[in-house]
Structure formats: structure tokens, C-alpha cells
């Protein structure tokens, strides 16, 4: 194989075999939504490559693939992906591909195009062409030369990493069942070999967004982690304090890839909502964590150190403003005044101000019901598995007790939470004889707020922006905790902007 500039790889195949061992390659890095170009001589096995292909990822060698020449477009259901296989020799122009009903076949497929030169310009920009060769004298060996473009530049490189890395591990031969990831840009798949099981994460270095505020991104402001170096360095700290996060089994930290330890499926919800018991360790986790004076730097295996970023107020205030931004225009049909806006961030900088002297501690941000898992044949507080606690930063105790009493993703009940939140300070006041109950619990309504605010700003973003519409069903209990928190005294004055801009927040049952 060689490389040339701008990620073009040109393989030399000696026969058939190799060809089809390029294609089960490729097989491996496709994801939903990926559109492979085949180019390149008549004759040279563009449908042989894609046959191989959709065979790999179908798990059957001997799957009947036919040429799509007549058909014009063949699909497969396949373990992992939905497939669709066309080919265009046959169209007259572009504007056919609407008659044939190509939108609705290639919508989250991946899709194996031959003759693509037939569309035109209707193909994204972001596809991976695959031009196959006849070699002249030699009737079986083809060259074979992989064009990317757009993100598909990374990805290859992305996929070579990711292929040593399974094959160093042990874990190449290794069955890949995606699993359903995140609101973020980050992928998951379960690892199966045999009985044993791993995850793998692929989370490439996040880029920079647009700058948004003193020439920085939101992601900077916000303190979300860049790489997977912070997720090293959070789940060797927290095994080594004795909780059960995943043990990292295989990383390469450059590409953004790990392989973890599977702690299962099994969570701290049942039909009925969150399960008592469940919270209650989940709950005791936290108090115990809280209670220790914890490192603000920590090592990263053999790379460096990760130093925890301050949750500060640039970061709440950053956060609390993407109600402003998405949530309160959708309610009220109109733009936030820019007096409104003022308002709101010098209020919440006011109320905000006297935490950030408070105690800090590891704020994992997202401990909350997707990301706990229960672990029965444990013992003791190793029995709540913990995962997702990358963006983990310095901040106040009451955030993360907040993220798992008010789940953004389930209703918790008043009553459950008023008894967790009585046992925790009890465990904190039994740890420390000087802790502040009435402190803590203003606090604790503060950071619910600032949290709720956030989560319904980014709610109505995946809806808006992502098309992601299924988070609107959270915002109903989202209102309600916000409702809940804003009557604490200590959030008076917060609690009359609310009041005077979105009035139909404190009238439940309103239409959204």
C-alpha cells in the first residue's frame, strides 16, 4: 500500500481474495448515513468488492448479492447496518433518482453507489470513493485506490488505528454490535468474543467550534473534555478510591480509542421509574466521594496528566444562557430583549458568586440514570457502576447530587428525592460533624436550577438544531424540577425573572 497526499491510499492485490479482504476493511469503519463510491473499469469487480462487503457485515459468506444493474437498487438488513447497493449505469440523468424512490432507500443507510458519475451533483460531498483497476498482463491482480473526502479523511485513519488496536488487544476477531450512544459525537460498540464482552469508545479529539464569547468556543467556556485522556485519567481515579468505573483494557489516546470494560446493561431504573434501593447506593457513592479531599490533577497512564478544569462561573453562566438561546424563544414565540438577557445573567451571576468559594470536589456532571449501572454480584458501593465522566470538573457537591435526584432523563418522585437528599446530608454530617445542612440545601436548590435551566436549553437545541425531537418528552419533569428549585427562598429574586418572562412555566399542564 502506499499514501499519497490528501488521504489517498493505493492498495495492489494480487487476486480476488486480497480484493475481498480490502472490502471486509472497509466493512468495519461504515457507519449509517456512509455513502462508498465504486469506480473504475468495466470488468474490474466493483460489484465483487461490494458483494464481499455486504457479506461481512451480513456475517454470511455465502449471502446471495446480486449485481443491481437491472434492479437498479438492492438493500440488505444486516446485523449492523441497513445496506443499500445500487448501481446507475442504466439512468438518463440525475432527476431519475427521485422516481426511483432513491431518498427514502438511502435515508440512514449505508450505501455502495456503482456508477456514480450518473447523479451529477446530487451526492454529498463527504463519501469515500473506491476505484478498482484492471492490471495490464496480469488477468487476476487489480490496484485498487480509496479516494476520501470531506470527514472521511480522518476516519481512514481513524479505522487503520482502530485496526491495529483490536488486533494488538486480542479483540480483532471480535463480533461489533453498535450501541445506542449520547446526545454527543462520540460512538459505542459492544466487543463480543466468545463469552466475554468489552465497549469500545471511539471519541476523536473534539474540534473547536465557531468562537462564541472573548474568542473562545462553547466547548472551551464550558469545560467538555477534548480528548479521551480525560476519561483515562477520571476512570483510574475513581477505581482507585474503590468504585467500579470501567477498566480501561486498550487505548490509543492520539486516535481516540478505547477499549473498557463491559459493566453490562442493567441499570437503576425499573417499569415504574427509578428503584429505591438503587438510588439510595447511587446516593451513598456520592456522599462518600464528597466527603474526600480529592486531587485536582491526575496522571494519564504513560501520557501526561489531566489537570480537572474549575466549574466556574464563565462555564454556569455559559450554560444557564442556553435557556435564553433555545428555550424561552420557543415558548414565547419571540426573541429574549436584550434587557431580559442582562437581567438574567446578572441575577444568576449574583446568586452564583458566593458557591464558587465553597469546597470543590470531582463533579462528573452526568450522574444520572444513563449513565449508572447496577452491579449486584459486587459488594458494597462497588455494586453502582459508573460511566460517561469525561467532562468531569472542580465544582460544587450539590451539582452531581442534583444530576441523579433530578434526572433529565426520568421523573423522580418529590417525595424519593426529599428522603435521598435527608440521607445524604445525614452521611455527610455523620463524615464531617461541622457539614451545613441549610448551606447545602441552598446550595443544592441553586445548582438544581442552574442545572434544569441548562438541560431544557439543550433540549430544545437537539430539537431545533440536531432534529432530534425525542428529548422534547423530558421537558414537562424538567419544568417541574425547575419549578421545584425556584421556590426556595434563597432564589427569590430568580424566581421573579422566571415568573415575569415565562409565565407558563408555573402553569403546569400548559400546551408546549
Do not use: C
Not at 438493500?75 to 431518498?103: F, K, M, N, Q
Not at 463524615?431 to 435551566?453: E, G, K, V
Request: aromatic fraction near 6%; avoid cysteine; proline fraction near 7%.
Amino acid at each position: 500500500m502506499s499514501e499519497p497526499s490528501h488521504g489517498v491510499r493505493i492498495y495492489d492485490v494480487a487476486d480476488l481474495a486480497e480484493t475481498e479482504a480490502r472490502a471486509a476493511e472497509l466493512a468495519a469503519a461504515l457507519a449509517p448515513g456512509d455513502l462508498v463510491t465504486l469506480t473504475g473499469d468495466l470488468g474490474a469487480g466493483k460489484t465483487a468488492f461490494a458483494r464481499a462487503l455486504i457479506r461481512t457485515l451480513a456475517k454470511d459468506p455465502d449471502l446471495e448479492v446480486p449485481s443491481p444493474t437491472f434492479t437498479l437498487i438492492q438493500t440488505y438488513d444486516t446485523p449492523r447496518l441497513h445496506v443499500v447497493h445500487a448501481d446507475l449505469y442504466r439512468i438518463g440523468s440525475p432527476d431519475e433518482l427521485a422516481g426511483l424512490g432513491w431518498d427514502e432507500a438511502a435515508e440512514g443507510a449505508a450505501v455502495l453507489l456503482e456508477w456514480p458519475e450518473r447523479a451529477g451533483d446530487a451526492l454529498p460531498e463527504d463519501r469515500l470513493d473506491v476505484e478498482i483497476r484492471l492490471v495490464p498482463g496480469s488477468p487476476d491482480a487489480r490496484r485498487i485506490v480509496v479516494t476520501p473526502t470531506g470527514r472521511w479523511v480522518e476516519r481512514l485513519d481513524r479505522n487503520v488505528a482502530l485496526r491495529k488496536l483490536l488486533a494488538a488487544s486480542g479483540w480483532d476477531a471480535a463480533d461489533r454490535i453498535p450501541i445506542q450512544g449520547d446526545a454527543s459525537t462520540r460512538a459505542y460498540e459492544r466487543l463480543v468474543r466468545g463469552e466475554e464482552t468489552a465497549i469500545l469508545m471511539i471519541a476523536p479529539r473534539r474540534p473547536d467550534g465557531p468562537p462564541v464569547r472573548d474568542g473562545k468556543p462553547y466547548s472551551a467556556i464550558a469545560k467538555l473534555a477534548e480528548s479521551v485522556h480525560a476519561f483515562v485519567a477520571m476512570a483510574d481515579g475513581l477505581r482507585g478510591l474503590g468504585y467500579s468505573a470501567p477498566e480501561v483494557l486498550a487505548a490509543d489516546l492520539d486516535a481516540g480509542l478505547l477499549i473498557v470494560e463491559d459493566l453490562g446493561g442493567e441499570g437503576v431504573l425499573g417499569p415504574e421509574g427509578p428503584i429505591p434501593e438503587r438510588y439510595e447506593l447511587a446516593t451513598a457513592l456520592l456522599a462518600d466521594l464528597h466527603r474526600r479531599d480529592l486531587p485536582e490533577t491526575l496522571p494519564v497512564r504513560d501520557d501526561g496528566e489531566h489537570v480537572l478544569p474549575a466549574y466556574d462561573l464563565d462555564a454556569l453562566l455559559m450554560e444557564a444562557e442556553l435557556l435564553l438561546d433555545w428555550y424561552v424563544p420557543h415558548i414565547v414565540r419571540r426573541p429574549v430583549s436584550a434587557t431580559a438577557r442582562d437581567r438574567f445573567v446578572a441575577l444568576w451571576r449574583a446568586a452564583l458568586e458566593p458557591v464558587q468559594a465553597q469546597r470543590r470536589t470531582w463533579t462528573l456532571r452526568d450522574y444520572h440514570s444513563p449513565n449508572l449501572l447496577w452491579l449486584p454480584e459486587r459488594e458494597g458501593l462497588k455494586r453502582m457502576g459508573i460511566i460517561d465522566f469525561q467532562d468531569a470538573v472542580m465544582g460544587h457537591p450539590a451539582y452531581d447530587l442534583a444530576s441523579l435526584l433530578q434526572d433529565a432523563r426520568r421523573a423522580v418522585p418529590e417525595r424519593l428525592e426529599l428522603d435521598l437528599f435527608q440521607r445524604y446530608l445525614r452521611a455527610r454530617r455523620e463524615a464531617d460533624p461541622d457539614f451545613d445542612m441549610a448551606d447545602f440545601a441552598a446550595s443544592y436548590a441553586l445548582m438544581a436550577a442552574q442545572r434544569a435551566t441548562k438541560v431544557l436549553g439543550i433540549f430544545l437545541r437537539l430539537d431545533r438544531r440536531d432534529g432530534k425531537p425525542g428529548y422534547l418528552r423530558h421537558v414537562p419533569h424538567m419544568e417541574a424540577y425547575l419549578r421545584r428549585n425556584l421556590s426556595h427562598p434563597a432564589l427569590a429574586e430568580l424566581r421573579v425573572w422566571y415568573r415575569q418572562n415565562l409565565p407558563t412555566l408555573f402553569e403546569t399542564g400548559t400546551p408546549r
